[in-house]
Protein backbone atom coordinates (compact mmCIF):
# COMPACT_ATOMS: atom_id res chain seq x y z
CA UNK A 1 0.00 0.00 0.00
CA UNK A 2 1.10 3.29 -1.01
CA UNK A 3 0.78 6.03 2.00
CA UNK A 4 0.58 10.08 0.81
CA UNK A 5 2.57 11.98 3.11
CA UNK A 6 0.11 14.87 2.07
CA UNK A 7 -2.60 13.47 4.23
CA UNK A 8 -0.90 10.94 6.89
CA UNK A 9 2.84 11.86 7.65
CA UNK A 10 4.70 15.21 8.49
CA UNK A 11 7.58 16.12 6.12
CA UNK A 12 10.55 17.17 7.53
CA UNK A 13 11.42 20.72 6.97
CA UNK A 14 14.68 20.13 7.29
CA UNK A 15 15.27 17.52 4.48
CA UNK A 16 12.02 16.49 3.12
CA UNK A 17 11.95 13.19 4.70
CA UNK A 18 9.01 11.84 6.63
CA UNK A 19 9.29 12.35 10.53
CA UNK A 20 9.36 9.79 13.01
CA UNK A 21 9.81 9.59 16.75
CA UNK A 22 12.26 7.33 18.89
CA UNK A 23 10.13 4.15 17.74
CA UNK A 24 10.95 5.18 13.99
CA UNK A 25 6.77 5.78 13.79
CA UNK A 26 5.45 8.59 11.86
CA UNK A 27 2.89 10.91 13.03
CA UNK A 28 -0.07 7.88 12.09
CA UNK A 29 -0.10 5.52 14.30
CA UNK A 30 1.57 2.03 14.01
CA UNK A 31 3.21 3.57 10.69
CA UNK A 32 6.76 3.17 10.67
CA UNK A 33 9.57 4.45 8.06
CA UNK A 34 13.37 3.59 7.71
CA UNK A 35 15.84 4.07 5.34
CA UNK A 36 16.01 7.12 2.86
CA UNK A 37 12.46 8.01 3.35
CA UNK A 38 12.64 8.89 6.91
CA UNK A 39 13.99 11.96 8.89
CA UNK A 40 15.16 11.47 12.32
CA UNK A 41 15.23 14.77 14.17
CA UNK A 42 16.01 13.36 17.43
CA UNK A 43 19.86 12.52 18.51
CA UNK A 44 21.33 10.33 21.18
CA UNK A 45 24.45 11.20 21.00
CA UNK A 46 26.67 14.52 19.35
CA UNK A 47 28.80 11.57 17.61
CA UNK A 48 26.05 10.40 15.10
CA UNK A 49 24.09 12.01 12.34
CA UNK A 50 21.70 11.01 9.82
CA UNK A 51 23.41 10.17 5.83
CA UNK A 52 21.20 8.25 4.83
CA UNK A 53 23.32 5.22 3.54
CA UNK A 54 23.01 1.72 3.06
CA UNK A 55 24.23 0.86 6.51
CA UNK A 56 22.20 3.20 8.54
CA UNK A 57 18.71 1.97 6.64
CA UNK A 58 19.41 -1.31 7.67
CA UNK A 59 19.65 -0.63 11.36
CA UNK A 60 16.96 1.51 11.05
CA UNK A 61 15.24 -1.20 10.01
CA UNK A 62 16.18 -3.90 12.42
CA UNK A 63 15.16 -1.49 15.14
CA UNK A 64 11.77 -0.46 13.68
CA UNK A 65 10.87 -3.83 13.22
CA UNK A 66 12.21 -4.45 17.23
CA UNK A 67 10.19 -1.00 18.03
CA UNK A 68 6.93 -2.85 15.84
CA UNK A 69 7.13 -5.91 18.07
CA UNK A 70 7.52 -4.24 21.67
CA UNK A 71 4.61 -2.92 23.36
CA UNK A 72 4.07 0.79 23.34
CA UNK A 73 4.20 1.05 26.83
CA UNK A 74 7.60 -0.53 27.40
CA UNK A 75 9.35 0.89 24.14
CA UNK A 76 13.09 -0.33 22.60
CA UNK A 77 15.75 1.40 23.66
CA UNK A 78 18.16 2.90 20.87
CA UNK A 79 21.24 0.88 20.56
CA UNK A 80 24.39 1.58 19.34
CA UNK A 81 23.49 2.28 15.94
CA UNK A 82 21.99 5.63 17.12
CA UNK A 83 25.64 6.36 19.44
CA UNK A 84 27.72 6.78 16.97
CA UNK A 85 27.91 7.33 13.50
CA UNK A 86 29.68 4.52 11.30
CA UNK A 87 29.83 3.55 8.02
CA UNK A 88 32.18 0.92 5.96
CA UNK A 89 32.03 0.77 2.56
CA UNK A 90 35.23 -0.31 -1.04
CA UNK A 91 35.99 2.39 -3.41
CA UNK A 92 38.44 1.24 -5.55
CA UNK A 93 39.32 -2.01 -4.00
CA UNK A 94 39.94 0.09 -0.68
CA UNK A 95 37.94 -0.38 2.31
CA UNK A 96 36.46 2.91 3.89
CA UNK A 97 35.33 3.25 7.00
CA UNK A 98 34.01 6.78 8.64
CA UNK A 99 33.45 7.27 12.14
CA UNK A 100 31.97 9.73 14.15
CA UNK A 101 32.15 12.73 13.56
CA UNK A 102 34.93 12.42 10.39
CA UNK A 103 34.32 15.86 9.48
CA UNK A 104 36.57 18.84 11.07
CA UNK A 105 34.94 21.73 12.34
CA UNK A 106 36.01 24.67 13.93
CA UNK A 107 38.26 24.35 17.07
CA UNK A 108 38.81 20.51 16.21
CA UNK A 109 42.13 18.86 15.38
CA UNK A 110 43.28 16.73 12.24
CA UNK A 111 46.04 13.96 12.92
CA UNK A 112 47.18 12.11 9.27
CA UNK A 113 48.96 9.08 8.93
CA UNK A 114 49.26 8.64 5.05
CA UNK A 115 51.08 5.41 3.52
CA UNK A 116 50.98 6.29 -0.21
CA UNK A 117 48.98 3.28 -2.04
CA UNK A 118 48.20 1.21 1.43
CA UNK A 119 46.10 3.91 3.84
CA UNK A 120 45.03 6.84 5.28
CA UNK A 121 44.11 7.70 8.39
CA UNK A 122 42.81 11.20 9.46
CA UNK A 123 41.83 11.23 13.10
CA UNK A 124 39.59 14.20 14.10
CA UNK A 125 40.26 15.50 17.43
CA UNK A 126 38.65 18.24 20.17
CA UNK A 127 39.44 18.69 23.47
CA UNK A 128 42.02 15.98 23.68
CA UNK A 129 39.37 12.88 22.91
CA UNK A 130 39.13 11.80 19.45
CA UNK A 131 35.48 12.74 17.60
CA UNK A 132 35.91 10.77 14.74
CA UNK A 133 37.87 9.15 11.73
CA UNK A 134 38.43 8.73 7.96
CA UNK A 135 40.09 5.42 7.56
CA UNK A 136 40.86 4.00 3.96
CA UNK A 137 42.56 0.71 3.20
CA UNK A 138 43.72 -1.78 5.85
CA UNK A 139 44.29 0.38 9.20
CA UNK A 140 43.08 -2.53 11.79
CA UNK A 141 42.48 0.51 13.86
CA UNK A 142 38.56 0.75 14.07
CA UNK A 143 37.97 -1.13 17.21
CA UNK A 144 40.91 1.44 18.52
CA UNK A 145 39.21 3.93 17.38
CA UNK A 146 35.82 3.46 18.45
CA UNK A 147 36.91 2.61 22.04
CA UNK A 148 38.36 6.00 22.15
CA UNK A 149 35.16 7.67 20.45
CA UNK A 150 32.59 5.79 22.63
CA UNK A 151 34.94 6.17 26.07
CA UNK A 152 35.87 9.45 25.24
CA UNK A 153 39.01 8.69 26.11
CA UNK A 154 41.80 11.62 27.08
CA UNK A 155 44.46 11.07 24.07
CA UNK A 156 46.15 14.86 24.78
CA UNK A 157 49.24 13.31 26.56
CA UNK A 158 49.81 11.67 23.18
CA UNK A 159 49.06 14.26 20.39
CA UNK A 160 50.41 13.05 16.97
CA UNK A 161 51.69 9.94 18.46
CA UNK A 162 48.74 8.52 18.30
CA UNK A 163 48.65 7.45 15.01
CA UNK A 164 52.78 6.52 15.25
CA UNK A 165 52.79 2.23 14.16
CA UNK A 166 55.00 1.84 16.77
CA UNK A 167 52.66 3.33 19.82
CA UNK A 168 50.50 0.07 21.26
CA UNK A 169 47.29 2.47 21.96
CA UNK A 170 45.32 -1.11 22.42
CA UNK A 171 47.42 -1.68 25.78
CA UNK A 172 44.74 1.35 26.92
CA UNK A 173 42.37 -1.07 26.99
CA UNK A 174 44.13 -4.59 28.55
Excluded at 33 to 44: H, K, L, N, Q, T
Excluded at 88 to 115: A, D, M, N, P
Amino acid sequence: AVVSTQSTGELSDVDGGVTVNKRMETSVPNVFAAGDICSIPWRESELWKQMRLWTQALQQGFYAARSMAAPVDDPVEPDISFELFTHSTKLFGYKVVLLGRFQEWSGSTCYFRITPRTEFVKLVVAEGRVAGALLIGETDLEEMLENLILNQTDISHLGEAILDPNVDIDDYFD
